[in-house]
């Protein structure tokens, strides 16, 4: 498949140990901010979400945190696995209006786990 | 897997020419997004269709246009190809119950567009 990791920030973990990534976004009246993993060949698959009213929320082994004092989030995912391994994106939901929730992507990063 | 499909999963063209790309949504999705994903970037908003009417645009010239069908699949059109129009250009269906809603959106796998 197509390499979406071209060109994009990198981070390599050991197997076991856990990953931090890390996304600034840039409109503060955005309402929603999901996390999206992309596997090479793949379209994004859907990992959590956060609404603006919230600094924290947990799933199966991710955690995703909300600054919006720096517009900031990241993502953590515990215990990485070589199955981790893909492009992580944020994304925002900037609503423009008229009932339309686009996704505004962020530049992406490339997790790596080292087996 | 989402459930959502696109067709074809590669195309080549040249420079001038027309293309329609295809999305079959998930089942019980009525509204589908569109992006355009280059090489090494995050994917950008091209439009969206909500029960067969443009539900918001992204910013991309006219020669980028849409259909949707009342079985809710769709379809992205562009005209007079450019070469910067190579990318995988991405679909997601989402469950919205009304145009106000946000729902997930669900992803296919893309179709990969070479502009020569």
């Known amino acids: 498949g197509e390499s979406v990791g071209l060109h994009l920030p990198t981070l390599s973990v050991q197997e076991g140990d856990n990953s931090i990534i890390n996304c600034a976004y840039s409109?503060?009246?955005?309402?929603?901010f999901i996390w999206y993993k992309q596997e090479s060949g793949k379209g994004p698959q859907f990992i959590i979400d956060?609404?603006?009213?919230?600094d924290k929320r947990q799933g199966q082994r991710v955690t995703v945190l909300l600054n919006k004092t720096v517009k900031h989030l990241s993502l953590q995912i515990a215990a990485t696995q070589p199955g981790d391994s893909a492009v992580y994106f944020c994304?925002?939901?900037?609503?423009?209006?008229?009932?339309?929730?686009?996704?505004?992507f962020g530049k992406g990063t490339k997790l790596s786990v080292i087996p | 897997e989402t459930g959502v499909t696109q067709s074809p999963t590669h195309l080549i063209k040249t420079r001038g020419q027309q293309v329609t790309l295809r999305c079959s949504s998930q089942?019980?999705?009525?509204?589908v997004s569109w992006y355009q994903q280059a090489l090494g970037q995050g994917p950008q908003f091209i439009f969206q269709?909500?029960?067969?009417?443009?539900?918001g645009r992204g910013n991309f010239p006219p020669r980028f246009s849409g259909l949707q069908f009342p079985n809710y699949s769709s379809e992205l059109n562009v005209n007079a190809l450019e070469l910067d129009d190579s990318a995988l250009y991405l679909c997601?269906?989402?469950?919205?119950?009304?145009?106000?809603?946000?729902?997930?959106?669900?992803f296919g796998p893309g179709t990969r567009l070479t502009v020569l």
């Open positions: 997601a269906s989402s469950p919205s119950t009304s145009s106000m809603a946000y729902n997930e959106q669900f």
């Open positions: 409109n503060s009246a955005s309402d929603y």
């Open positions: 956060i609404r603006s009213n919230m």
């Open positions: 994304a925002e939901i900037p609503y423009s209006g008229a009932g339309s929730y686009q996704l505004t």
């Open positions: 089942s019980g999705h009525n509204t």
């Open positions: 269709y909500y029960r067969e009417e443009e539900n």
